[in-house]
């Protein structure tokens, strides 16, 4: 377990090494940073002492590893346009985008999970169809749509949750909802899948010739086994709804870090830009890393692997 356990963090810091890299050149890549800096009506001088005042004279890489070495410290240094530190700005922003994302996961998979089990037990029945039905669907459906359709019944016409906002809890249902049905359709196949194939296997079989209840063996014993790989999906869609969450945050007004990102991206904030991309890949980097870990740790055959 310490070997995988080594190995895994070696490709995790590569990958983050790699990510850091990439932030860093896309906004070089973008134009002249001191000229966005200054703005249309700068005169040549003050852009001049500008690319000088933020160390934009100096070398690429020593650009990268003045930037790398206070991103470290969790300084990335202040929004143009809010005139604030960034690091502040996502202090402010982030628990709400990582509270939207754990409810969003948690209605995914509260839902998917079940429904991928009844459909492999309910196998070419017209459970298994709606079941799939359901999941192709939640593939096709844009979010933004399906969070406005939400709005019109729920909060226009029946009136029960608010429109907009982060204030209460019932400000979270509806982009929650949204949120985790773009995650369900994989959770639920995957749970299918891996259902049908454990079902199929000889400890199961023999399980069912000693005579043990039927709902022991659906659950100690298939279950058991075949949500190891959704523990890995989990974690990968948690980060794509941290990512994605920029549309469904824009549509029911929730001032987290994905409203903070179109904000940004909008005002040509570059530090605002450049530290969200890496904390949101690094969030993302850990979550996978945790998933290999626990999967390792329940599974031995990964390890050995």
Excluded: C
């Amino acid at each position: 377990m310490l070997a995988f356990t080594l190995r895994r963090i070696l490709v995790a810091l590569a990958v983050a090494f790699t990510v850091s890299v990439a932030s860093f050149m896309l906004l070089h890549l973008s134009g002249d940073l001191a000229t966005a800096i200054a703005g249309p009506e700068a005169t040549g001088p003050q852009i001049v002492q500008i690319r000088k005042d933020y160390g934009l004279d100096q070398p690429l890489l020593a650009q990268f590893l003045a930037w790398a070495w206070k991103a470290l410290h969790l300084d990335f240094g202040h929004s143009f346009y809010f005139r604030e530190r960034v690091i502040d700005l996502l202090a402010a922003r982030l628990p709400i985008t990582l509270y939207l994302g754990i409810i969003a996961l948690g209605v995914a998979l509260f839902v998917a999970v079940p429904l991928g089990v009844i459909a492999a037990v309910k196998r070419d029945t017209w459970i298994d169809r709606l079941a799939l039905s359901i999941s192709v669907l939640g593939q096709a459906m844009p979010s933004f749509w399906f969070g406005l359709t939400l709005i019109l019944i729920f909060s226009v016409n029946l009136r029960w949750l608010p429109v907009s906002g982060n204030a209460t809890w019932k400000n979270f249902v509806l982009p929650a909802v949204a949120l985790g049905y773009y995650a369900m359709p994989a959770v639920m196949r995957l749970t299918r899948n891996g259902m049908l194939e454990v079902l199929a296997s000889d400890y199961v079989r023999t399980a069912r010739a000693k005579g043990l209840p039927p709902r022991k063996i659906l659950v100690r014993h298939a279950l058991r086994n075949a949500v190891i790989p959704v523990i890995a999906l989990a974690a990968v869609q948690f980060g794509f709804m941290l990512g994605g969450s920029i549309v469904i945050e824009a549509v029911f007004s929730l001032q987290g870090l994905g409203q903070l990102a179109w904000e940004s991206i909008a005002r040509n904030d570059f530090p605002v830009v450049q530290a969200i991309v890496l904390v949101l890949a690094m969030i993302y980097i850990g979550l996978t890393l945790a998933a290999d870990l626990l999967n390792a740790f329940l599974d031995p055959r990964l390890r050995q692997s």
